[in-house]
């Protein structure tokens, strides 16, 4: 049986380190298992880069890839995976216990813990996009991967199994599955959306787009409690600025609280209507701009980055609109590919870990549940897999297009209301905020799932 992964991001990694541990090495009759990796990019291991330094960052550096946080559901996912990439993971990243908020006048509005609901429980970790895809790609071979640009994918039929197309005109691959992780401007979605060469459902920019970067961790707040990451509002925008790296001696393993290394990160995301193209972008003027929407807001960490920072380029959001389904005819979606979500969910790379985990827990179980071939397996897995995601997922970016309002200009009405919001949530139960989204459980949810299918076959 053969499945092909198009792109070797976090999500294309992660869906084949389980698949990898999940399916037996010969599904059936005795063929055995390949599976590849199509990714256009060559990024070499962490072994074959020079060595970045991130005891000893320069001030206020461009992060490459710049920094994500993985929510405890998502930590959870890399605990399930293999207890080495998990520690490996956890011990480069911040543990984060809550994100405090803040408005631009200097009040504080509320503390939200960022922590799940085991014992003990999982912290968010706050960790460099580049050291999570290090962490995973330590963990796959070589000879999985080959670096070959994906311009199509072609559905499969009755007799015929899905075809992938090459940009470079070679010979077409054929798989008994194709996983498309290639992100929010996909190329395999095309093919589940359209079946053709134009795409049907393209990336949405939401209006909205982000700078940040690295700065040191002594630029903090002295008095901040340990394991706290500062978010704060304006009626102009967003700032946030917190730890992403651990002391080199610590070993927090996601439970702990530790103190901070010697790097932190900032970011600051603000409405703009039209996207300029790549050779449009005015650096200077992104920091004069920069500099005037936050001039006023009183924190002193705020002041300093503004009046220090440089800037490479501006990080716009995307996302993916509601599709109408995640897969067809032999071919499935995973992460942005299917839902690349706003950055206000905190739920990116954590969604995309749950993706990976459940198709490959749900196809390993179809491969074991006595279908008549692999094929009708593989099908059933996929769409019970869409079945089980699209609920969560739509609900996480209905929650998160609220969120992200609040970082677009708005009046003074406007602006106290969010406060106001703010102030509010921060005194309601926790469990209120955040149970649904932290607790989840992917074993639990695909048990709950086929026995609920099962009662409805019942005559």
Same mark, same amino acid.
């Given at each position: 049986?053969?499945?092909?992964?198009?792109? @070797?991001?976090?999500?294309?990694?992660?869906?084949?380190?389980?698949?990898?541990?999940?399916?037996?090495?010969?599904?059936?009759?005795?063929?055995?298992?390949?599976?590849?990796? !199509?990714?256009?990019?060559?990024?070499?291991?962490?072994?074959?880069?020079?060595?970045?330094?991130?005891?000893?960052?320069?001030?206020?550096?461009?992060?490459?890839?710049?920094?994500?946080?993985?929510?405890?559901?998502?930590?959870?996912?890399?605990?399930?995976?293999?207890?080495?990439?998990?520690?490996?993971?956890?011990?480069?990243?911040? #543990?984060?216990?809550?994100?405090?908020?803040?408005?631009?006048?200097?009040?504080? %509005?509320?503390?939200?813990?960022?922590?799940?609901?085991?014992?003990?429980?999982?912290?968010?970790?706050?960790?460099?996009?580049?050291?999570?895809?290090?962490?995973?790609?330590?963990?796959?071979?070589?000879?999985?991967?080959?670096?070959?640009?994906?311009?199509?994918?072609?559905?499969?039929?009755?007799?015929?199994?899905?075809?992938?197309?090459?940009?470079?005109?070679?010979?077409?691959?054929?798989?008994?599955?194709?996983?498309?992780?290639?992100?929010?401007?996909?190329?395999?979605?095309?093919?589940?959306?359209?079946?053709?060469?134009?795409d049907a459902y393209p990336a949405i920019y939401e209006g909205l787009?982000?700078?940040?970067?690295?700065?040191?961790?002594?630029?903090?707040?002295?008095?901040? #409690?340990? @394991?706290?990451?500062?978010?704060?509002? @304006?009626?102009?925008?967003?700032?946030?600025?917190?730890?992403?790296?651990?002391?080199?001696?610590?070993?927090?393993?996601?439970?702990?609280?530790?103190?901070?290394?010697?790097?932190?990160?900032?970011?600051?995301? !603000?409405?703009?209507?039209?996207?300029?193209?790549?050779?449009?972008?005015d650096k200077d003027d992104i920091i004069r701009q920069l500099q005037?929407?936050?001039?006023?807001?009183?924190?002193?960490?705020?002041?300093?980055?503004?009046?220090?920072?440089?800037?490479?380029?501006?990080?716009?959001?995307?996302?993916?609109?509601?599709?109408?389904?995640?897969?067809?005819?032999?071919?499935?979606?995973?992460?942005?590919?299917?839902?690349?979500?706003?950055?206000?969910?905190?739920?990116?790379?954590?969604?995309?870990?749950?993706?990976?985990?459940?198709?490959?827990?749900?196809?390993?179980?179809?491969l074991k549940s006595g279908f008549a071939s692999e094929k009708k397996?593989?099908?059933?897995?996929?769409?019970?897999?869409?079945?089980?995601?699209?609920?969560?997922?739509?609900?996480?970016?209905?929650?998160?297009?609220?969120?992200?309002?609040?970082?677009?200009?708005?009046?003074?009405?406007?602006?106290?209301?969010?406060?106001?919001?703010?102030?509010?949530?921060?005194?309601? #139960?926790?469990?209120?905020?955040?149970?649904?989204? %932290?607790?989840?459980?992917?074993?639990?949810?695909?048990?709950?799932?086929?026995?609920?299918?099962?009662?409805?076959?019942?005559?």
């Amino acid at each position: 049986m053969k499945i092909v992964i198009v792109g @070797g991001g976090i999500s294309g990694l992660t869906t084949y380190l389980f698949l990898r541990k999940l399916l037996p090495p010969s599904p059936a009759n005795n063929t055995p298992l390949e599976i590849l990796i !199509y990714e256009s990019h060559k990024a070499p291991k962490n072994a074959d880069r020079p060595e970045i330094s991130l005891s000893a960052p320069s001030p206020f550096a461009q992060g490459v890839g710049g920094v994500l946080g993985i929510s405890p559901n998502g930590v959870r996912v890399l605990q399930q995976l293999d207890g080495t990439l998990f520690r490996n993971v956890v011990n480069h990243g911040y #543990p984060v216990r809550q994100f405090h908020f803040r408005n631009s006048h200097g009040m504080a %509005l509320a503390n939200f813990p960022t922590t799940n609901f085991t014992d003990p429980p999982l912290h968010t970790v706050l960790i460099s996009r580049q050291a999570l895809w290090d962490a995973l790609r330590d963990q796959v071979p070589d000879s999985a991967i080959l670096c070959k640009k994906v311009s199509g994918v072609t559905l499969g039929t009755s007799t015929q199994r899905p075809r992938i197309q090459f940009a470079d005109g070679s010979s077409d691959e054929v798989a008994d599955l194709v996983i498309g992780a290639d992100g929010v401007h996909s190329v395999v979605k095309q093919a589940v959306t359209s079946n053709g060469n134009t795409d049907a459902y393209p990336a949405i920019y939401e209006g909205l787009v982000g700078v940040g970067g690295f700065m040191p961790a002594s630029y903090l707040p002295k008095n901040e #409690p340990l @394991g706290t990451t500062t978010m704060t509002f @304006g009626a102009d925008g967003f700032f946030g600025y917190g730890a992403c790296s651990p002391t080199p001696e610590a070993s927090h393993d996601a439970v702990s609280t530790c103190n901070p290394g010697n790097q932190a990160v900032w970011w600051s995301t !603000y409405a703009l209507e039209h996207l300029p193209s790549k050779g449009e972008i005015d650096k200077d003027d992104i920091i004069r701009q920069l500099q005037s929407r936050h001039s006023s807001w009183k924190d002193p960490v705020i002041q300093t980055v503004i009046q220090k920072v440089s800037i490479d380029s501006i990080y716009p959001t995307w996302t993916t609109p509601n599709l109408p389904t995640w897969e067809k005819d032999g071919v499935v979606l995973v992460g942005d590919a299917a839902h690349a979500l706003q950055t206000s969910s905190g739920q990116g790379v954590s969604q995309a870990l749950e993706d990976a985990e459940m198709l490959g827990m749900i196809i390993a179980r179809n491969l074991k549940s006595g279908f008549a071939s692999e094929k009708k397996a593989l099908q059933a897995a996929a769409g019970s897999y869409c079945e089980l995601r699209v609920p969560r997922v739509r609900k996480i970016s209905d929650h998160a297009k609220k969120l992200g309002d609040m970082k677009r200009k708005k009046n003074l009405v406007v602006e106290w209301m969010m406060y106001l919001f703010m102030w509010l949530g921060g005194k309601l #139960p926790r469990d209120s905020n955040t149970e649904w989204l %932290l607790r989840y459980n992917p074993e639990e949810e695909i048990a709950k799932f086929f026995l609920k299918k099962g009662k409805q076959a019942d005559p």
